[in-house]
């Protein structure tokens, strides 16, 4: 089977980012698993497979909001406010993956670490919103949380790229225009 340039073009024109969700059903393991895949089919220089996962699903969520908060308590990092919104933000949808890149001692191959991850990232929004789920691609409140590393199974080095809230879309929201392209061509 091929995939048309514009069939590709329309799915990602129609990912979104989303919470609208529906929060009683489940995204099975499986297909999470199955998006993971995808992600590993993202460009990886040197080969280094950077990408870590952890899935967290029904009072693991709270678990993965308490690590994190624990850890900025320590660090006197973020308001009450953050700490609190915090504490709960994860239980928003059914599903979160925690995406993390590898460290790497070469700084060149550390940095290409995290772009093939923010790649895989990309095949993993677009899968789930292939499936019908709604995405949502948050930052981490403290990117090398030890509490959230050690909880995920994460090595200590590893950075925290991406926490993807993952459910059933209930509905889609329009997305904002874009820009116009503008493209430096060079001919000679």
Same mark, same amino acid.
């Given at each position: 089977m091929?995939?048309t340039?514009?069939?590709?073009?329309?799915?990602?024109?129609?990912?979104?980012?989303?919470?609208?969700?529906?929060?009683?059903?489940?995204?099975?393991t499986?297909?999470?698993?199955?998006?993971?895949?995808? @992600?590993?089919?993202?460009?990886?220089?040197?080969?280094?497979?950077?990408?870590?996962? @952890?899935?967290?699903?029904? %009072?693991?969520?709270?678990?993965?909001?308490?690590?994190?908060?624990?850890?900025?308590?320590?660090?006197?990092?973020?308001?009450?406010?953050?700490?609190?919104? %915090?504490? %709960?933000?994860?239980?928003?949808?059914?599903?979160?993956?925690?995406?993390?890149?590898?460290?790497?001692?070469?700084?060149?191959?550390?940095?290409?670490?995290?772009?093939?991850?923010?790649?895989?990232?990309?095949?993993?929004?677009?899968?789930? %919103?292939?499936?019908?789920? @709604?995405?949502?691609?948050?930052?981490?409140?403290?990117?090398?949380?030890?509490?959230?590393? @050690?909880l995920?199974?994460?090595?200590?080095?590893?950075?925290?790229?991406?926490?993807?809230?993952?459910?059933?879309?209930?509905?889609?929201?329009t997305?904002?225009?874009?820009p116009?392209?503008?493209?430096?061509?060079?001919?000679?």
């Open positions: 091929t995939t340039f514009d069939d590709l073009s329309e799915l990602i024109r129609s990912r979104r980012t989303s919470m609208l969700v529906d929060s009683s059903r489940e995204v099975p499986e297909i999470v698993e199955q998006l993971c895949a995808l @992600a590993q089919w993202a460009p990886n220089h040197k080969r280094t497979w950077p990408w870590r996962f @952890a899935l967290f699903t029904g %009072t693991g969520r709270n678990r993965l909001g308490e690590a994190f908060v624990a850890d900025m308590n320590d660090r006197d990092y973020g308001d009450e406010g953050k700490r609190a919104k %915090t504490l %709960t933000k994860y239980t928003r949808t059914p599903a979160v993956l925690v995406i993390g890149a590898a460290a790497d001692d070469n700084p060149s191959r550390h940095d290409e670490n995290r772009d093939a991850v923010a790649a895989g990232i990309q095949n993993v929004l677009l899968g789930a %919103t292939a499936l019908g789920l @709604a995405s949502y691609w948050g930052t981490a409140p403290l990117i090398d949380s030890p509490r959230v590393l @050690a995920c199974g994460f090595e200590p080095d590893v950075r925290i790229i991406n926490v993807m809230c993952l459910g059933w879309a209930e509905d889609v929201p997305g904002p225009e874009r116009p392209v503008e493209l430096a061509v060079v001919d000679a």
